[in-house]
């Protein structure tokens, strides 16, 4: 079974840092391309980090810059590093398959003074 727990999240004030965690299980993890979603309450979830099995990344315009994605092989776990936080960051951010349409409960991120 496909499991996805993402860690990592809370609540920063603006301009701060967080770093997202996705620990992945039940599927052969270096061979799937990744992706980080974030979703806000009435909303699409918006792709906002992707990263291939060949570790080539993509990102939403609003994040390039800021918010580097990395996987870790080993260890089975994808990351999503967060800086320079805005409150239009605020959301709660899944890690996902995309070839396999699964992704995790979430981590909630808020971003606020």
Same mark, same amino acid.
């Given at each position: ?8 999240? +809370?609540? @920063? ?8 965690? &996705? ?7 270096? %061979?799937? +391309? ?16 992707? /990263? ?12 390039? +810059? ?15 590093? /967060? ?8 959301? @709660?951010?899944? &890690?996902? @398959? ?9 981590? %909630? ?5």
């Amino acid at each position: 079974q496909v499991q996805l727990v993402e860690s990592g999240g +809370g609540l @920063v004030q603006p301009g701060g840092s967080l770093r997202l965690s &996705c620990a992945a299980s039940g599927f052969p993890f270096s %061979q799937y +391309g990744l992706r980080w979603y974030r979703q806000t309450p009435g909303e699409a979830r918006v792709q906002v980090a992707t /990263m291939s099995l060949f570790g080539s990344t993509d990102y939403i315009e609003a994040v390039k +810059g800021r918010f580097p994605i990395s996987r870790d092989n080993a260890k089975n776990t994808l990351y999503l590093q /967060m800086n320079s936080l805005k409150p239009e960051d605020t959301g @709660v951010y899944y &890690c996902g @398959v995309p070839a396999l349409e699964q992704w995790g409960q979430g981590t %909630q991120v808020t971003v606020s003074s």
